[in-house]
């Protein structure tokens, strides 16, 4: 059996108390007999379709302008007409108040800006006049209900606006979210293509020493430039799709790597020449936090990047992932001495290790580079993950 909720259940009670209230007024005017029932059947009618009507049933035309403002303007409209005709002693009964006091609400809370105001101050305006209506000029007695309606009129505006704001903050941390999330994004767009690009730059240059002297070894390399420009193109139509959703779902969907790609990085980043070796300590599973994964990912991602762009004369470049303890290392060192002959515009900015620094100690852990004793130069990040 479905359970209610409290939400429900105060909904629920709400909804029965607005409609008792109203069928009393409807009393109130029926037992007058003095031709106010139609009017009056009027304003409470369209106040109780403005407020209950469902919001899953509710035609696209009838806005929240128009659920404040018409059966405000009808109710207004209904009291100036007795004045007009000089009646007096009219009734109102609570139905008509709280009617309006749920028009304020939505009015403040729902409207669109511009339409807020003048909606909310309809609805307080017809609230406030109800009194006259009923004893036909400013007496003490109106005075006294028009102050106890000001008192009602900024408790529910003040509540509603509160709502609103509430509303607006969380629109406000929600768009927050999603923008830096598409940064986040772009982010793995650069490292993705610049890991890629800096390989086919690399192997370019190689083929064209290599078409001058050695050209039946040129097969390879440039089965390597293909490899590369194809991930590379790959990445981009993922990223570009993620970045086309704005879903909920978007984020999941990140292009981000895991252990397991770590080793697709290292077979496909030796090239002739040159060696690249993956050590996995056995006790590295792949059931480690899907975010240190994605760390890890980056760190061998960048710090291979950057042996192509600082030293494409490494021979060796070895790649290690280790658990020591409740942590995870993950090194990538070469014996490299900084010869390259890359432009100075392949040589990026120099924030990749920056980035890298931020993205693995928001996780805790810690992050060292540099050069290695000899020859060379070694990046060590290490991750808490916990015991297995």
Not at 12 to 31: E, Q, R
Not at 169 to 195: C, K, P, Y
Not at 276 to 301: G, I, K, N, T, W
Not at 356 to 373: Q, S
Request: hydrophobic fraction near 45%; proline fraction near 6%.
């Amino acid at each position: 059996m479905r359970s209610i909720s409290p939400r429900g259940c105060a909904r629920s009670f709400g909804v029965g108390f607005l409609v008792v209230a109203a069928a009393y007024d409807l009393m109130i005017h029926g037992d007058l007999g003095d031709g106010t029932w139609p009017p009056a059947v009027a304003v409470l009618l369209a106040g109780l379709a403005a407020v209950l009507w469902p919001a899953d049933r509710r035609p696209r035309r009838l806005t929240p302008q128009l659920r404040a403002a018409v059966p405000g303007a009808a109710s207004l409209l209904f009291t100036t007409g007795m004045l007009l005709a000089g009646r007096t002693e009219v009734p109102f009964g609570p139905g008509e108040v709280l009617i309006l006091l749920s028009l304020l609400f939505i009015a403040v809370r729902h409207c669109p800006r511009r339409w807020a105001l003048p909606c909310g101050a309809l609805d307080a305006v017809a609230l406030l006049l109800l009194p006259v209506r009923y004893m036909g000029s400013l007496q003490d007695g109106v005075l006294l209900s028009v102050v106890i309606g000001l008192i009602l009129v900024g408790a529910v505006a003040g509540f509603a606006g509160y709502l609103r704001s509430l509303d607006y903050r969380r629109t406000v941390a929600v768009g927050e979210t999603r923008r830096a999330e598409r940064v986040a994004i772009a982010a793995d767009l650069h490292d993705f293509v610049a890991h890629h690009v800096t390989g086919i730059l690399v192997q370019t240059q190689m083929a064209r020493m290599m078409a001058a002297r050695q050209p039946q070894d040129l097969d390879p390399v440039l089965a390597g430039i293909e490899r590369a420009a194809t991930e590379a193109l790959a990445s981009m139509r993922r990223t570009v799709g993620v970045l086309r959703d704005t879903g909920p779902e978007a984020a999941d969907r990140r292009p981000v790597g895991d252990l397991a790609g770590i080793a697709d990085l290292v077979d496909g980043f030796a090239g002739p020449g040159q060696k690249c070796v993956l050590h996995r300590d056995p006790a590295v599973s792949d059931d480690l936090p899907h975010e240190v994964q994605a760390a890890a990912f980056r760190v061998v991602q960048e710090a291979l990047t950057n042996v192509r762009r600082h030293a494409a004369d490494a021979t060796e470049v070895t790649v290690r992932l280790a658990r020591p303890g409740d942590r995870l290392e993950v090194t990538v060192a070469d014996d490299g001495r900084g010869g390259t002959q890359l432009p100075e515009a392949a040589h990026g900015g120099g924030f990749g290790l920056v980035g890298l620094k931020e993205r693995v100690t928001a996780l805790g852990g810690e992050l060292r580079a540099g050069p290695r004793a000899g020859a060379g130069w070694q990046v060590t990040a290490t991750f808490p993950v916990g015991r297995g």
